[in-house]
């Protein structure tokens, strides 16, 4: 796992198969600190999740002429990466979500990545992204951007009742659109800042 910040590298999975982990980040590499930490920068318990910040001599410096933004980003000494990690008791990580992705709900907290992966399991589902939308009732709400495969007649109350079946009720989300695409990154990762812009609303109940 890395970031451009990190130049590049900050956790790696052993290339042993026998100390391998499936879906995890890996261990953090040699000559890197790292730590999970709440809103208030202060550890979260071990196998919680919380936001992943580094300290190492690999690190960047800064933002380039944003002074701003790099004080915020190196609060307290500690570069904050905006990724949500849970580590387990033999150190390995496990990537949960970006913070600026996160939903929260009447005060609970969701993951739009655990959505997304739920609902791409359904067959007739291509791609799909989860944004948060404002809600004057509950704060905000899970809208789900849907490409479905052509031909099919899958309907958003269909597809909620499958997210149902692999996820708590107040993860499900309640908002789905069905597009025809999805905007891209030149990484080829959901341009999730777009869609925040084109598709962000206020409901209410």
């Not at 900050?10 to 040699?30: D, E, F, K, Q, Y």
């Not at 809103?39 to 300290?55: A, F, I, K, Q, S």
């Not at 708590?168 to 341009?191: C, D, E, M, N, W």
Request: charged share 30%.
């Amino acid at each position: 796992m890395g970031q451009t910040e990190l130049s590049p590298l900050v956790m790696i999975n052993p290339p042993h198969r026998a100390n391998r982990r499936l879906g995890s980040c890996g261990l953090t590499a040699c000559n890197i600190e790292t730590r999970l930490v709440d809103e208030n920068d202060n550890d979260v318990p071990l196998g919680e999740t919380g936001e992943l910040v580094v300290r190492s001599p690999c690190v960047m410096k800064g933002y380039y002429n944003l002074l701003d933004k790099t004080k915020e980003a190196f609060r307290g000494g500690w570069l904050h990466t905006g990724d949500l990690l849970r580590q387990e008791k033999d150190g390995y990580y496990y990537f949960v979500d970006r913070k600026k992705d996160m939903i929260v709900t009447s005060g609970y907290n969701i993951y739009a990545k655990e959505i997304e992966n739920a609902l791409q399991n359904h067959p007739d589902v291509i791609e799909a992204a989860v944004i948060a939308v404002h809600d004057e009732v509950k704060g905000q709400l899970a809208k789900a951007l849907i490409v479905k495969r052509e031909g099919t007649s899958l309907i958003g109350e269909e597809l909620k009742d499958y997210a149902r079946e692999y996820l708590a009720p107040y993860k499900v989300p309640r908002i789905i659109k069905f597009v025809k695409s999805l905007p891209h990154t030149p990484q080829g990762k959901i341009a999730k800042g777009i869609l925040r812009e084109i598709e962000g609303q206020k409901i209410s109940e």
